[in-house]
């Protein structure tokens, strides 16, 4: 096998991982591995051959080029699945214009502190959330009062009543 077979296939890795970062939300792992994975097929052109303008068009082609390709085309295909994921309410369907969403008045928890955004789940889901402008701990209990877009508010409320817990007798 050739070393230029070997850089090729390196930056097709590299390309993949860029790409995979946009499917696998890592924080950013995957950009770092798919950036290290491309320089190691600049390495091989550089250790491989006398003339630098090889390795300069490597560098450049895979450092520089690379990343932008793959950022580009994933920012020009993702508006249009993170639009759609937005709009989508908690049952998977979106709501008509004027409708409410589903989440204004459930009950859930905070799963980190709002200063004032954060994260919390309602019905087991994870959202992004931001509260009515005080600070809410972890662990606390919210209701949802308005959604707008992606742009979900909360506000600290007691802990709900738990329907298992209520006799027949107390709704006498």
Do not use: H
């Amino acid at each position: 096998m050739s070393y230029l077979s070997i850089a090729i296939i390196l930056a097709v890795l590299g390309l993949v991982l860029f790409l995979a970062e946009y499917f696998l939300p890592t924080g950013g792992l995957l950009i770092v591995c798919g950036f290290l994975v491309s320089a190691g097929a600049v390495g091989v052109i550089a250790a491989n051959t006398e003339d630098y303008r090889e390795t300069i068009a490597a560098i450049v082609i895979l450092c520089i080029g690379e990343p932008i390709f793959a950022i580009a085309g994933m920012s020009l295909a993702g508006k249009r699945l993170a639009l759609k994921a937005v709009a989508e309410s908690s049952d998977g369907e979106a709501p008509a214009d004027g409708e409410p969403s589903p989440l204004v008045g459930r009950f859930g928890k905070t799963l980190t502190p709002l200063r004032p955004s954060g994260a919390a789940e309602f019905d087991g889901r994870r959202f992004d959330v931001v509260s009515e402008g005080m600070p809410i701990e972890a662990d606390a209990w919210v209701k949802c009062i308005e959604v707008k877009g992606a742009r979900v508010v909360v506000r600290p409320v007691p802990k709900p009543p738990d329907l298992n817990e209520i006799e027949l007798e107390d709704l006498k």
